[in-house]
């Protein structure tokens, strides 16, 4: 230990720390300035970015005597007087804050840039930005939000940049920040890795290191005897069910006879220290017979094959999914063309920006045993005294993680509660177990809080990921562009356990014919186990692998018939009376043509402002340029005949004289912009100012189930929730009010925050007081049951809504180089109905980086079920520098149960873009790649050599 | 998270006792944190020599640019005399990393810092490099290994600046704080045949203390491919200068040392590259022996376009290249 001089913030402080702490974590865990996030403990996210005497660095690599007698600036030192910094309230302004995790980091390091220019007295460009954020990772916007936001802040006038909706009501349809955005500019959000019990111990997982091996042996005893070990737990000290799952429960808890992904838990150990807990690791002994490795899932499927889960009846088959519709020998033989083509994605990687980290808090925990203090009025947190074991995570899915956890620990689900902190991402790879179920069992061996943060490399071994998918694709058509016939073969890499694999490829299946109405349909889905890490959900849940097959045949199909594409699309797109695949019949809400035209609009309008005439493609020198189109469209809503309902609490009070309303419910903010959506529904029909509604999620002892955070349904069902929860407490005032004039309660009607009847006036504070004074409850708790879906292979409704896009992607491809830059992406959505512009917008921009991403760059590597792809680096992701002009357009056709008429919009963004990106490439240098990410390198090969088709990437032999 | 000891040099004596007790030496900060981290530095004591500001200077002579190893990327690209007299040094300096890793990250660790090899980094693979029997790439996911060099491992060489310097006919000055040796450009890196625990000659009890560039450059071009426009590590670069004693044209990124181009070098002679077509030529021959793998097959393609646009820009035909 060594003595720390730094002035912080403009405080100096002095620090006894140890020689090698980094400046993130002296910060962090020393200072408590927890604004300051790491991401990735290696200098490639940015996010840690802090100022030191006025430079950037990044604080996770920069170790804290370098800075020894520096000043530092963290996110916490820019407000001056309470006065947000106008970088701060540029971001808000932009709803350039989403899940606020990286937020932090590209303030920061946006303020050097500022602070330079305005030294130097140059004004500050979008290339400078861009040059100057490009190791800052953000994983929900899509950088156009940041850009507009720092640009404001230096002084120019740049307005957020939100499309057309319909006109707005009294809140619903403004554009309207987050509410919990706020915390997330100044650092003073909560994440989970920023909560410090006092006592808390800290914890490490053992992970198997082998993809398959059976467990003769594991010894223990050395581990537990290292000094500060409190606990080493193994299989045997699981008290009650020894696998977890959300479908089927199939994942061990802690292993106990075999190992099936090297990223398997064997052993947790919890430690006074995080170091002592890691080196208690190493002296964990496993003794494995290793297994044959099976690591491909068509290879999966052959006799010959190691087998995962020696238990099962169908081998390594996990699910066959089958959609039939009319008759495949009559469909193609009606066809005047056919094209066939095998199409192959990789596994891709989440890489939401805060790692995996929960806390387990021991029931009967207090604070005042370890040092600590209580506040009587915490309901939460570290001067909490807890009467039961809970759980602070950040999590899609609460109530799942209660149950799961509660059975592990043989008690009953409500002796455990969850509290979701915020969450830094999750994208669909925080909806299984991480390690809620470790610290609870860590917690109740100790007797103490423990944390468990997993880091960069473990959370992505650890954690499921996109399917990898082989996807054989058919389709017929007539000479006048009518489809005949879609037949597909579909397998999907579903790694060790099963995840959410059927939901997910059962998607992927249902999707495979497109957002067209094809009258005979036949496809075969593969969900196979391998020794890979397993897949699960990840934004697009299935429907981004099909889609990308099916709009590149549509593509191939196009030309042979000599159509253009867009308008071979609109030939078949459905529309209202059309039938899906599944046998649904669309009676409303179906946008899609009007998608197409905006798009195509928006394709010729960029040649027109030019004075051109509209092409699809053509060169300049070197640079090859060119559009290509992608139509897609995803359920809204778990369907299928799954029961689909969320629960939500409003509760109305006064403080001060003004009325404020709380909303509850369990569903997880990852960043999507949720409780901006709940808090506008409630506003709206309470008349309230959005300002005085708060929202309080996923506290399972305080908020009722909303469900899982998946399938774009948030919007629907615990917005319906929050919206009839409020109608009704409305009503139930409504009523207060009448009753205490002595009217009957039909003469009273209700507007702009005010109850009236025959002249006679009460507002929500008088009717609030009233119904108190009568002992009625001001709050009110529904349930929304989202209408009845059928499951597949019934025929009728599967799903209670669909989202329709379409999306024009401009490419430049370098003759020299293969190098390819996505210039400008127009996009049309049909969102049903826009609550809120500004977040909507944000999550458009997001999924249409996102999957640049995976068009493009994305590729988790495993080999022989080893991650390759085990630092962040080795990951590449779309940064601020790829991030191409983006022309959106809001199709609101609403649909009849929604709030307001409003469907999801959170997956399908970034379902059209890729099969966009790939079509353009064919188009520019007249390469078809079957496979994502296009490999430039690859392209450029094949190019070169007069290749007009290129089989190559994940999945192929080389 | 590994803890180790971290002492300050106050002087060169410091320096060089640390280093003969087994410390690890650290500039910048970049690469060695990260090796730490991921468990591929064994080492528990750093040692920094940031506090040494003799090592910080940049000196204009009759004859050379002297650049101090500790003088940071950022500074490399905005200071005037290193913009005047070695500009193809200042802009590679300004478009390396990011603005934070600018800032910290040192000449001197530039140029000693260690391969991005995927398999070298990750402490799952045992490499050859790190004392084990066998280079993963040669079977496994090669496309960002190298094309000339051979083996026995494939690594490429991961410096921006060393191709730069190299071509620049530098001199990298060391000491050991008694005695202080100059290596010359062609000595100063070497080949995975010769060494495969380290890219360069320097001794353990050496460091690097300033670069030396003579004024004699007469054409000079360089031109780095990063074909996803932004991920850090460029797939090839090429720096060409010419001096009165001819061409020196140098690869980066595509062998385990800055790679000369000799066949093409020699072809050149004292050509001026009055027409564009002579470095079509020159750079079809720089690419003639090369040996790529299963994966980076492009990057032959990338390497011979690198040639060309930087001798269209040592030409005065920039134009050229890049359309």
């Known amino acids: 230990m060594s003595d720390l001089k730094l002035q912080v913030n403009g405080k100096w402080v002095e620090l006894d720390v140890p020689q090698s702490r980094y400046l993130a974590e002296v910060l962090r865990y020393d200072l408590g300035l927890t ?74 390091t946006a303020k050097a840039l500022l602070d330079e220019k305005a030294a130097a007295k140059q004004p500050v460009t979008e290339h400078d930005i861009k040059v100057a954020l490009k190791d800052t990772y953000c994983r929900c916007t899509g950088y156009q939000s940041v850009i507009n936001a720092i640009l404001q802040a230096s002084g120019q006038d740049v307005k957020p940049y939100i499309p057309k909706t319909k006109a707005p009501c009294q ?89 099936r992904y090297a990223g398997d838990a064997v052993a947790v150990v919890a430690a006074d220290s995080e170091e002592i807990a890691a080196a208690a690791l190493e002296l964990i002994k496993v003794d494995y017979e290793t297994l044959p490795v099976v690591d491909d899932p068509i290879q999966a499927g052959q006799p010959d094959a190691p087998i995962v889960h020696e238990e099962r009846p169908d081998g390594n088959l996990l699910k066959h999914i089958k959609v039939r519709k009319g008759d495949m020998a009559a469909g193609f033989a009606a066809a005047d063309v056919v094209v066939e083509r095998t199409y192959r994605t990789p596994m891709t990687e989440q890489m939401f920006l805060e790692p995996e980290c929960s806390i387990g808090v021991p029931r009967g925990y207090d604070p005042t045993a370890f040092g600590g203090t209580i506040d009587p009025a915490a309901q939460r947190g570290v001067q909490y005294r807890h009467d039961k074991t809970t759980i602070y995570c950040g999590t899609q899915i609460p109530y799942l993680d209660r149950e799961q956890t509660a059975a592990a620990l043989n008690v009953p689900p409500e002796q455990v509660r969850i509290v979701a902190a915020l969450m830094g991402g999750g994208f669909g790879g925080k909806e299984d177990i991480a390690a809620q179920i470790h610290v609870a069992l860590l917690a109740e061996r100790t007797g103490r809080p423990v944390k468990m943060l997993y880091t960069r490399a473990e959370s992505l071994l650890f954690h499921p990921k996109r399917h990898a998918t082989i996807i054989r694709i058919k389709t017929g058509a007539k000479r006048d562009g009518r489809l005949t016939a879609v037949e597909a073969e579909l397998y999907g890499d579903g790694g060790a356990y099963a995840s959410l694999s059927e939901k997910v490829m059962t998607r992927a299946t249902t999707h495979a014919s497109g957002p067209y109405d094809v009258p005979h349909v036949k496809v075969d ?23 990308f097959a099916v709009e590149s045949n549509m593509d191939l199909v196009a030309r042979e018939l000599g159509l253009d594409p867009i308008a071979f699309r609109r030939i078949n797109a459905l529309d209202v009376g059309g039938t899906t695949c599944t046998g649904q019949v669309m009676r409303e809400s179906v946008g ?21 005439a509209f092409r699809w493609s053509w060169s300049e020198g070197r640079k090859h340029y060119a ?77 009722p189930d909303g469900g899982p955070t998946t399938a774009s349904r948030q919007t629907y069902v615990s917005g319906n929730a929050a919206r009839h929860a409020a109608r009704t407490l409305r009503a139930r005032l409504q009523q207060v009010v009448a009753d205490h004039f002595g009217q009957p309660v039909e003469q009273w009607s209700f507007a702009d925050g005010q109850f009236s009847a025959n002249g006679t006036r009460a507002g929500l504070v008088e009717a609030i007081e009233w119904a108190q004074a009568s002992g009625q409850p001001t709050w009110e708790e529904y349930e929304y049951w989202a209408p009845k879906t059928q499951p597949l292979g019934t025929g009728g409704d599967m ?160 | 998270m590994k803890a180790f000891d971290y002492a300050v040099a106050r002087n060169p004596a410091g320096l060089a006792a640390a280093l003969k007790a087994g410390y690890t030496l650290q500039a910048g900060g970049i690469d060695l944190i990260d090796l730490l981290k991921t468990g591929v530095e064994p080492s528990d004591r750093i040692v920094s020599m940031a506090a040494l500001d003799e090592y910080r200077q940049i000196e204009v002579t009759k004859d050379d640019l002297r650049i101090g190893a500790l003088v940071t990327l950022q500074t490399l690209a905005e200071d005037e ?75 490429t060489h991961p410096s921006s600046l060393a191709p730069v310097l190299v071509a620049l006919q530098a001199t990298f000055q060391a000491d050991n704080g008694s005695e202080a040796t100059a290596y010359a450009a062609d000595d100063f890196f070497r080949n995975t045949d010769q060494n495969l625990s380290q890219e360069h000659n320097l001794a353990s009890d050496q460091w690097l203390t300033s670069v ?70 020159a750079a079809a021959l720089a690419v003639a022996d090369a040996e790529p793998m299963r994966d980076n097959g492009y990057r032959v393609r990338l390497a011979q376009a690198a040639v060309r646009r930087a001798l269209l820009q040592a030409g005065g035909h920039p134009a050229e290249g890049l359309t």
């Open chain 1, 35 to 108: 604004g300051t996030k790491i991401g990735c403990n290696e200098s490639e996210c940015g996010i840690c970015s802090v100022l030191v005497n006025g430079t950037p660095v990044n604080s996770c690599i920069y170790p804290a005597f370098k800075a020894q007698g520096a000043a530092i600036i963290t996110i916490e030192g820019l407000e001056q007087d309470g006065r947000l910094h106008p970088l701060q309230q540029a971001f808000l302004d932009h709803g350039a804050v989403q899940c606020g995790f990286c937020t932090p980091g590209l303030i920061m």
């Open chain 1, 799 to 958: 799903h209670v809504a669909f989202g329709f896009g379409a999306q024009a992607a401009l490419v430049e491809v370098d003759d020299d180089t293969g190098a390819i830059k996505v210039l400008k992406i127009v996009g049309a959505h049909d969102v049903g109905r826009a609550i809120n512009p500004l977040t909507l917008e944000g999550q458009i921009e997001g999924g249409i980086i996102m999957c640049l991403g995976n068009a493009l760059t994305e590729h988790f590597i495993n080999e022989q079920g080893q991650a390759w792809t085990d630092v962040m680096a080795r990951y590449k992701m779309p940064s601020i520098k790829h991030t191409p002009e983006i022309i959106s357009r809001i199709i609101e056709h609403q649909t009849a149960d929604g709030p307001y008429g409003a469907k999801g919009i959170g997956e399908l963004s970034s379902i059209p873009t890729t099969p966009a990106i790939v079509n353009a490439i064919a188009n520019a240098v007249g390469v078809r790649f079957c496979s994502v990410p296009v490999d430039q390198d690859a392209l450029l090969l094949a190019w070169k050599a007069g290749e007009t088709e290129c089989l190559c990437g994940w999945g192929y032999e080389h």
């Open chain 2, 212 to 281: 030396h560039i003579p004024l004699t450059a007469q054409q000079a071009g360089h031109v780095e491919i990063k074909p996803r426009a932004h991920y850090d590590w460029p797939e090839a670069s090429c720096a060409a200068v010419r001096t009165a004693a001819g061409w020196r044209i140098v690869l980066g990124h595509v062998a385990p040392l800055p790679w000369r181009a000799r066949q093409a070098e020699a072809w050149l002679g004292d050509r001026t590259l009055q027409d564009p077509a002579e470095a079509r030529e």
């Open chain 1, 627 to 703: 559009w290509g189109i992608g139509i897609g469209y995803k359920n809204t809503g778990l369907g299928g005949g799954a029961p689909d309902k969320a629960s939500a609490i409003v509760e109305t009070g006064v403080t001060d004289g003004q009325v404020w309303a709380e909303v509850r419910t369990s569903s997880a903010e990852m960043g999507q912009g949720l409780p901006a959506v709940l808090a506008a529904c409630a506003a709206e029909e309470l008349g309230l100012p959005y300002g005085q509604v708060r929202v309080l999620l996923g506290d399972t002892d305080h908020c």
């Open chain 2, 81 to 155: 005399s290193v913009r005047t007299h070695a500009p193809l040094v200042a802009a590679v300096a300004g478009s390396t990393a990011s603005a934070q890793v600018r800032a910290r990250a040192t000449l001197g660790g530039n140029c000693l810092q260690r391969p991005r090899c995927g398999y070298f980094r990750s402490a799952a693979f045992m490499c050859l490099k790190k004392g084990g029997h066998q280079c993963f790439a040669w079977e496994g996911e090669n496309a960002l290994h190298s094309i000339f060099g051979g083996g026995p491992c494939r690594i």
């Open chain 1, 592 to 612: 899609l043509q009007e998608c197409i035209a905006g798009v195509e609009a928006d394709m010729r309008a960029h040649h027109t402002a030019l004075g051109e």
């Open chain 1, 171 to 259: 809140t619903i349809g403004h554009a309207l920040p987050n509410p919990d955005s706020l915390a997330k500019i100044t650092g003073r959000a909560m994440y989970t890795d920023d909560f410090v019990f006092p006592g808390m111990l800290y914890a490490r997982t053992k992970r198997a290191g082998v993809p398959h091996a059976r467990i003769r042996h594991i010894e223990t005893a050395e581990a537990a005897a290292l000094p500060g070990v409190r606990a080493v737990l193994t299989h045997a000290d699981v008290p009650g069910r020894q696998n977890h799952g959300l479908v089927t429960v199939d994942w061990p808890v802690l292993c106990s006879d075999k190992v």
């Open chain 1, 525 to 547: 889905c593969y969900a196979m186990y391998t020794n890979n890490t397993p897949c699960g959900a990840f934004r697009g849940f299935g429907v981004t692998q099909s889609c």
